[in-house]
């Protein structure tokens, strides 16, 4: 006998728990179910007939009795059932037993193709937590944050008068952001300070630029932050302008670079490579090799230059770092890579949100795997990185890689 009827549930939202279940989407008509009752068709532990094949008998009832017991008994419940599907969609990201092989909500899903894409609307400005309330680390550089004055160092209090307390990153994004062309009103006080002021910011389009360059003396310093759709073009106009100015050599500052867009990390080490050399070896379930090769167009085969990593240095940044040091293109300075050799790629689903997928792994040109604790790539000159902040004057991975490079001989080439 069923048990009593407390909560109307569609089939359809039944439906949509079950294919997170399944992974796969259909659509049926309403019928009323109680919260912990099956849909009909799979009452006996049957899966739909869509999903029957490669079951290997498995009884999913037992899916729908765990339903059951958490909205029958669950002393806050019954909970809603998009709730449930949220949990059983990342339960198969997590079954997998891949930590890059993950589920991002729609929201999740939306902040991190506008990172991949390096623009979004808002106010611009880069923010950590801290004594439970968003922290201003550094106004992006022309943005309308810091023309409207706003610095690094300062606590956001309120937005728009509520208060920001215990507000997530997240939620703070979501609010922060609108429209073009709107406005938003921060109340904020500086760290050490206790003294608060309002700023209101008109909204618009930023631009998060993925590589950031200086020169030093002779030598090029530049940055790259992340692989993105703009990196590429970032960086032609970067080789530019070094030569421009007579540098004659390169550092390349790759710490704390998670990685991104595998096409973007492939155009970035094409331009300093001739045309056809392995940048790296992909082997996967659909595709048992995939060679990724150096791309035609522009390029800097001569200019001596080095690699500067460390541990947050992941993905693309080691698929770069690892295809020049395997070439003999660049010196790696600084710490142990992190070792993440496994290639993402991302299923949108019907509602916007995305599966993050891992479908392959990856080897550097000399056939180094990189996934896997203690994988990562070996510096040629190992330098442990102080209390300093990257890039700064008292750097002393910065200053390890000034020096190897101007002991490199300026008739370098390829």
Same mark, same amino acid.
């Given at each position: 006998?069923?048990?009593?009827? &407390?909560?109307?549930?569609?089939?359809?939202?039944?439906?949509?728990?079950?294919? !997170?279940?399944?992974?796969?989407?259909?659509?049926?008509?309403?019928?009323?179910? %109680?919260?912990? @009752?099956?849909?009909?068709?799979?009452?006996? %532990?049957?899966?739909?007939?869509?999903?029957?094949?490669? *079951?290997?008998?498995?009884?999913?009832?037992?899916?729908?009795?765990?339903?059951?017991?958490?909205?029958?008994?669950?002393?806050? +419940?019954?909970?809603?059932?998009?709730?449930? &599907?949220? +949990?059983?969609?990342?339960? !198969?990201?997590?079954?997998?037993?891949?930590? /890059?092989?993950?589920?991002?909500?729609? $929201?999740?899903?939306?902040?991190?193709?506008?990172?991949?894409?390096?623009?979004?609307?808002?106010?611009?400005?880069?923010?950590?937590?801290?004594?439970?309330?968003?922290?201003?680390?550094?106004?992006?550089?022309?943005?309308?944050?810091?023309?409207?004055?706003?610095?690094?160092?300062?606590?956001?209090?309120?937005?728009?008068?509520?208060?920001?307390?215990?507000?997530?990153?997240?939620?703070?994004?979501?609010? @922060?952001?609108?429209?073009?062309? *709107?406005?938003?009103?921060?109340? =904020?006080?500086?760290? +050490?300070?206790?003294?608060?002021?309002?700023?209101?910011?008109?909204?618009?389009?930023?631009?998060?630029?993925?590589?950031?360059?200086?020169?030093?003396?002779?030598?090029? /310093?530049?940055?790259?932050?992340?692989?993105?759709?703009?990196?590429?073009? $970032?960086?032609?106009?970067?080789?530019?302008?070094?030569?421009?100015?007579?540098?004659?050599?390169?550092?390349?500052?790759?710490?704390?670079?998670?990685?991104?867009?595998?096409?973007?990390?492939?155009?970035?080490?094409?331009?300093?490579?001739? $045309?056809?050399?392995?940048?790296?070896?992909?082997?996967?379930?659909?595709?048992?090799?995939?060679?990724?090769?150096?791309?035609?167009?522009?390029?800097?085969?001569?200019?001596?230059?080095?690699?500067?990593?460390?541990?947050?240095?992941?993905?693309?940044?080691?698929?770069?770092? +690892?295809?020049?040091?395997?070439?003999?293109?660049? *010196?790696?300075?600084?710490?142990?890579?992190?070792?993440?050799?496994? @290639?993402?790629?991302?299923?949108?689903?019907?509602?916007?949100?995305?599966?993050?997928?891992?479908?392959?792994?990856?080897?550097?040109?000399?056939?180094?795997?990189?996934?896997?604790?203690?994988?990562? !790539?070996?510096?040629?000159?190992?330098?442990?990185?102080?209390?300093?902040?990257?890039?700064?004057?008292?750097?002393?991975?910065?200053?390890?890689?000034?020096?190897?490079?101007?002991?490199?001989? =300026?008739? @370098?080439?390829?």
């Amino acid at each position: 006998m069923q048990r009593p009827i &407390r909560t109307v549930l569609t089939l359809a939202g039944s439906v949509i728990a079950l294919c !997170l279940v399944f992974s796969i989407g259909f659509v049926a008509g309403a019928t009323a179910l %109680g919260p912990g @009752v099956p849909p009909p068709q799979v009452v006996a %532990g049957d899966p739909p007939p869509e999903v029957k094949d490669g *079951t290997d008998g498995v009884d999913f009832g037992l899916f729908w009795e765990a339903w059951s017991v958490i909205q029958d008994n669950y002393y806050d +419940g019954p909970l809603a059932a998009e709730s449930l &599907r949220e +949990g059983a969609i990342r339960g !198969l990201a997590e079954a997998t037993d891949d930590p /890059y092989t993950r589920y991002h909500d729609p $929201e999740q899903a939306r902040r991190s193709s506008i990172s991949l894409s390096g623009s979004y609307v808002g106010i611009g400005i880069r923010v950590e937590l801290r004594d439970d309330f968003p922290f201003v680390t550094q106004p992006i550089p022309r943005s309308p944050a810091e023309a409207a004055g706003i610095g690094s160092n300062e606590f956001v209090l309120a937005v728009d008068g509520v208060s920001t307390k215990g507000t997530t990153l997240v939620e703070f994004g979501r609010i @922060v952001r609108g429209e073009r062309g *709107t406005s938003v009103t921060l109340t =904020l006080r500086r760290q +050490g300070e206790t003294t608060e002021r309002d700023v209101t910011i008109v909204r618009d389009r930023i631009v998060v630029q993925s590589i950031t360059t200086r020169v030093i003396d002779d030598v090029g /310093y530049m940055r790259i932050a992340n692989f993105s759709s703009r990196t590429s073009g $970032e960086l032609r106009r970067a080789l530019s302008g070094f030569r421009t100015v007579g540098v004659e050599r390169l550092v390349v500052d790759l710490r704390n670079n998670p990685g991104g867009l595998l096409d973007a990390s492939v155009s970035v080490t094409s331009r300093f490579l001739p $045309e056809g050399e392995l940048i790296l070896r992909r082997e996967s379930r659909n595709d048992p090799t995939h060679l990724y090769n150096a791309v035609s167009g522009f390029r800097d085969l001569q200019t001596p230059m080095v690699i500067l990593v460390n541990s947050g240095s992941a993905s693309g940044s080691e698929v770069f770092a +690892g295809a020049l040091q395997a070439h003999g293109r660049a *010196t790696l300075i600084g710490e142990q890579t992190h070792g993440k050799g496994s @290639v993402q790629e991302l299923h949108k689903l019907s509602d916007g949100s995305v599966m993050r997928v891992t479908t392959g792994i990856w080897f550097t040109p000399a056939g180094v795997a990189l996934a896997g604790a203690g994988s990562g !790539l070996a510096p040629d000159l190992e330098v442990a990185m102080s209390e300093g902040q990257i890039g700064a004057d008292d750097d002393p991975v910065l200053a390890a890689g000034l020096e190897a490079v101007r002991a490199l001989p =300026l008739d @370098v080439s390829r």
